[in-house]
């Protein structure tokens, strides 16, 4: 059970690789007792409204978010909150987000069907779609038993290195943050540890980041212990950033974690709320 005055904020849905739909998230996060959570799917908002109907019928609070993937050298994930969902430059950057990744999955689709593998992109875009990645070629590859489960299909067939895999083009991370900034929202550096980088060149990424707009960082995730939530609120703190965290609940895709995750370690406390809500409404006024 939850602790109350809980929030999770990196949820992904049916609408890129999660396999809840956006209204059974909000239903399984009230069943839980959360205060709040945000919708942050892969380059795209378009589970935001059934989420938010679900949401007022059931009086769960959610917040429109998003998840873009960056490049910095490496990829880096960039979290958009309290996004204008509406934002005609976000749409411009996302639907030529999702082209190449359409471009992208045709020819691992291709490289699929060459090795006898049904794997029919048009298929996959009416079952998957609107955003398809790499985990809904594992759920086909699980499906046609070339693996266990989606995390052995990414080792096996869709990590980088194995026979699947085809990397994508995607923005730089100034135009992530600065798209999250012009469609009136809150820009965070996503689970900040997890692109193995040592605390100076961390504090290069969000120093590069900052002067672009950055104007939060993920302090809570599934994956992280107390010590390492701590030392990001530190850092937070010294530049004047907001913490935010969630699990990055993705549901039989990523199956150990679960919404609202853990114990201690992820309890997100609704208090990191509003000051993320504040930070939208200063943002939009300076616009
Ligand atoms: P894509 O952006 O289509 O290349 O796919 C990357 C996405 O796949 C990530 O954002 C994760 O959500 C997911 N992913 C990466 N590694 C794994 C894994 N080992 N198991 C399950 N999902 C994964
Ligand atoms: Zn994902
Ligand atoms: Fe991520
Ligand atoms: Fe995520």
């Given at each position: 059970?939850?602790?109350?005055?809980?929030?999770?904020?990196?949820?992904?849905?049916?609408?890129?690789?999660?396999?809840?739909?956006?209204?059974?998230?909000?239903?399984?996060?009230?069943?839980?007792?959360?205060?709040?959570i945000a919708i942050t799917d892969h380059d795209t908002v378009s589970g935001f409204g059934e989420a938010a109907a679900e949401g007022a019928e059931?009086?769960?609070?959610?917040?429109?978010?998003?998840?873009?993937?960056?490049?910095?050298?490496?990829?880096?994930?960039?979290?958009?909150?309290?996004?204008?969902?509406?934002?005609?430059?976000?749409?411009?950057?996302?639907?030529?987000?999702?082209?190449?990744?359409?471009?992208?999955?045709?020819?691992?689709?291709?490289?699929?069907?060459?090795?006898?593998?049904?794997?029919?992109?048009?298929?996959?875009?009416?079952?998957?779609?609107?955003?398809?990645?790499?985990?809904?070629?594992?759920?086909?590859?699980?499906?046609?038993?070339?693996?266990?489960?989606?995390?052995?299909?990414?080792?096996?067939?869709?990590?980088?290195?194995?026979?699947?895999?085809?990397?994508?083009?995607?923005?730089?991370?100034?135009?992530?943050?600065?798209?999250?900034?012009?469609?009136?929202?809150?820009?965070?550096?996503?689970?900040?540890?997890?692109?193995?980088?040592?605390?100076?060149?961390?504090?290069?990424?969000?120093?590069?980041?900052?002067?672009?707009?950055?104007?939060?960082?993920?302090?809570?995730?599934?994956?992280?212990?107390?010590?390492?939530?701590?030392?990001?609120?530190?850092?937070?703190?010294?530049?004047?950033?907001?913490?935010?965290?969630?699990?990055?609940?993705?549901?039989?895709?990523?199956?150990?974690?679960?919404?609202?995750?853990?114990?201690?370690?992820?309890?997100?406390?609704?208090?990191?709320?509003?000051?993320?809500?504040?930070?939208?409404?200063?943002t939009k006024k300076r616009r």
């Amino acid at each position: 059970m939850i602790a109350t005055n809980t929030i999770d904020l990196h949820i992904h849905t049916t609408a890129s690789d999660g396999t809840l739909s956006p209204a059974q998230v909000v239903r399984t996060a009230h069943e839980l007792g959360l205060e709040a959570i945000a919708i942050t799917d892969h380059d795209t908002v378009s589970g935001f409204g059934e989420a938010a109907a679900e949401g007022a019928e059931l009086g769960l609070e959610v917040v429109p978010g998003l998840e873009l993937s960056s490049r910095y050298g490496r990829i880096i994930h960039i979290l958009g909150y309290y996004v204008r969902t509406e934002s005609p430059i976000l749409g411009r950057v996302l639907e030529s987000i999702v082209g190449e990744r359409d471009e992208r999955n045709r020819k691992i689709a291709a490289l699929m069907a060459a090795d006898g593998l049904a794997a029919d992109y048009g298929e996959m875009k009416r079952r998957f779609g609107p955003v398809i990645g790499r985990p809904h070629f594992g759920q086909l590859l699980v499906e046609q038993g070339q693996a266990e489960s989606v995390p052995q299909a990414f080792a096996r067939w869709l990590d980088k290195g194995q026979r699947y895999y085809l990397p994508r083009k995607m923005p730089s991370i100034e135009r992530a943050v600065e798209c999250i900034r012009e469609a009136g929202g809150v820009p965070v550096l996503a689970h900040p540890y997890q692109y193995g980088l040592e605390e100076p060149a961390l504090r290069q990424l969000i120093e590069h980041c900052m002067d672009h707009g950055l104007l939060g960082l993920e302090c809570r995730y599934s994956s992280y212990s107390e010590e390492q939530s701590q030392a990001l609120l530190s850092l937070a703190r010294e530049y004047g950033l907001a913490p935010t965290g969630g699990s990055d609940f993705h549901g039989d895709s990523k199956p150990n974690i679960a919404i609202g995750s853990g114990e201690g370690s992820l309890a997100v406390p609704a208090s990191w709320l509003p000051p993320l809500r504040n930070l939208a409404i200063s943002t939009k006024k300076r616009r």
